[in-house]
């Protein structure tokens, strides 16, 4: 039997205070019409369009879409006459279509953010496995990461859920963070964070700020709430947004490769790098590719590498100064006498 699809429209909590909104809202009322209506007309318009994946097609053929041919297939009626309503559906369909949020063809009108809006009953399904095999996933990696730490594999199981809440709580308990009855709390914190800063941002905030936890004295920590609640504000809106956030990667990948030994050597070596991306007009991206492709450059001074030598290395890297084939590093790293570096006094 064919697979019936049903069609869901993901809207949320913060869409009617999203920018276009406000956009639309505003040319509502330089148009002297009633927000509400505009709002109306593109949330209709959406539903008419799921079944054709964004299109809604004209009456016939080469026919321009019209704005009453628009206000009789959504059914808008303000209890005034029918050329009122069509004007003001009018004017809506101006501001929609100056805001990207529609696109009207020749015979045809088309709602471009519907992919981002909807999803498939089978597209739900596939999206809730995906998310429990990556939360399983990124637990694995805590474990792997935090080998020292004990747990109770049956309790921390059962903390796997589908949802990126329960995958958020499994990592804080995991992490020691919290305990299993500050569940409860700490649910309704991250699902304020994640109404106020979106799923994708909480996720990477929260993956940070649960890998600084290793290098953090939890138990000097007196209001765990209120320094987990800016704790992740901090991380998103300093480094998400800005992009700094790659900077943890590359403080990560040094000390996995036991590049920095110490916390006052990740507080040192991150402001050099924040400096390096202002001086030298880079970005963090960047900056991780450098050390990534140049890692046997880094390690053959690992047994001397102050502050100073890390700097350097790193700007004759950006500059050229020292130039390394990207292919093979693998092998290249196994070559103890393979020289990179010439004199940089």
């Not at 020691?176 to 649910?187: Q, R």
């Amino acid at each position: 039997m064919k697979e019936r699809n049903y069609y869901f429209i993901q809207l949320n909590d913060q869409f009617f205070l999203s920018e276009r909104m406000e956009a639309l809202k505003e040319k509502a009322l330089d148009n002297e019409d009633s927000p509400i209506d505009y709002q109306f007309v593109y949330l209709n318009l959406i539903l008419k369009s799921l079944s054709n994946n964004g299109f809604i097609y004209s009456e016939r053929a080469n026919k321009a879409i019209s704005s009453d041919f628009i206000r009789r297939l959504i059914r808008f009626n303000t209890n005034q006459d029918k050329d009122s309503d069509n004007e003001i559906v009018h004017r809506c369909l101006e501001s929609l279509e100056e805001l990207d949020l529609v696109i009207i063809d020749v015979d045809c009108l088309i709602i471009p953010d519907l992919p981002n809006l909807t999803q498939t009953e089978s597209e739900k399904t596939n999206e809730k496995r995906k998310i429990k095999r990556e939360s399983q996933e990124r637990l694995q990696k805590l474990k792997e990461d935090n080998p020292s730490k004990e747990v109770d594999l049956d309790n921390l199981n059962k903390l796997i859920g589908t949802s990126s809440i329960d995958e958020a709580l499994s990592g804080l308990i995991y992490s020691k963070f919290i305990a299993s009855k500050e569940k409860a709390e700490f649910e309704s914190i991250i699902t304020n964070l994640i109404s106020d800063y979106g799923l994708k941002n909480f996720n990477k905030a929260n993956d940070c700020f649960i890998t600084r936890l290793s290098r953090t004295n939890i138990q000097s920590i007196k209001n765990k709430n209120d320094y987990y609640i800016k704790s992740i504000n901090k991380i998103i809106e300093d480094e998400i947004f800005s992009g700094a956030i790659v900077f943890d990667k590359i403080i990560n990948y040094l000390c996995d490769h036991g590049l920095i030994k110490s916390k006052q050597g990740i507080n040192e070596i991150t402001q050099v790098l924040k400096n390096i991306v202002s001086e030298e007009n880079v970005s963090p991206d960047k900056l991780f590719s450098v050390i990534e492709s140049h890692l046997l450059t880094f390690l053959k001074h690992k047994n001397d590498m102050s502050i100073d030598v890390f700097e350097i290395l790193l700007k004759k890297t950006l500059n050229g100064e020292i130039k390394t084939d990207k292919e093979n590093i693998e092998e290249k790293m196994k070559i103890a006498s393979y020289d990179y570096l010439s004199d940089f006094n």
